[in-house]
């Protein structure tokens, strides 16, 4: 497997709160996307964060990236109740420009 | 717009039967991809497809066929269908990227239960 040992997480928090989630990989890669899924519907990419670039930010979202550690985190800041959703992360660990391998994700549920 | 479609939406079938799932896109896109997503294991590749008549195969291929006709279209077909593969399968479209930074659009999703 191209992904570090883990369970499917459960993150609750209340809204306001910071949150981290985190994935590790096994293989190299130049990028990591992560992905969110509301319920019903299909993932969306909501941040994507080269190996050049360490941090992103993209409105209250911050990703983050350790090539060294082949570890990326995505944290959201003042967490608001829409934010609930499943987030994945996912790289191209073959290289081929085409294939994603997703995690298994980290389920968030955020109350008011 | 929704630019990936998918159909059915729900389907429920026999063990034993055929079943196929269909897939659109408006994108444009040259790749097209389809996944089963099941409880603790997110996100698993069945087939993939680099354009009109290519199929490839993804992670988890054993009991799926793929059919790409078309740009647009993309097919899952499963010949003999098990419970094993009650799921919710996803079809995705995106661009041929160098270094992994092509991101995938998905679709919204079918929920297939084998009896």
């Known amino acids: 497997s191209q992904w570090g040992e883990e369970n499917l997480q459960a993150l609750s928090i209340q809204e306001g709160e910071d949150v981290t989630m985190n994935c590790s990989y096994k293989?190299?890669?130049?990028?990591v996307h992560w992905y969110r899924q509301d319920s019903g519907r299909g993932p969306a990419l909501i941040i994507l964060i080269r190996s050049n670039e360490r941090e992103k930010r993209s409105g209250r979202l911050r990703a983050t990236l350790d090539t060294s550690s082949q570890s990326s985190s995505l944290s959201i800041t003042a967490a608001q109740c829409e934010d609930t959703a499943v987030y994945f992360c996912?790289?191209?660990?073959?290289?081929?420009?085409?294939?994603?391998?997703f995690g298994k994700g980290a389920k968030l549920t955020v109350s008011p | 717009e929704a630019a990936v479609t998918q159909s059915p939406r729900n389907k429920v079938a026999v063990t034993g039967g055929k079943v196929t799932l269909s897939c659109n896109q408006t994108?444009?896109?040259?790749?097209m991809y389809w996944y089963r997503q099941d409880t603790g294991h997110g996100l698993r590749l069945i087939h993939y497809?680099?354009?009109?008549?290519?199929?490839e195969k993804g992670d988890i291929p054993d009991g799926y066929k793929a059919s790409r006709p078309s740009q647009e279209n993309f097919s899952l077909i499963l010949e003999l269908a098990t419970p094993s593969q009650t799921s919710v399968y996803f079809c995705a479209s995106g661009d041929a990227g160098w270094g992994g930074f092509a991101e995938q659009f998905f679709g919204p999703g079918t929920r297939l239960t084998v009896l």
């Open positions: 994108n444009n896109h040259n790749n």
């Open positions: 293989t190299y890669t130049t990028v």
């Open positions: 497809s680099y354009g009109a008549g290519s199929t």
């Open positions: 996912a790289t191209d660990w073959e290289g081929t420009g085409s294939k994603l391998s």
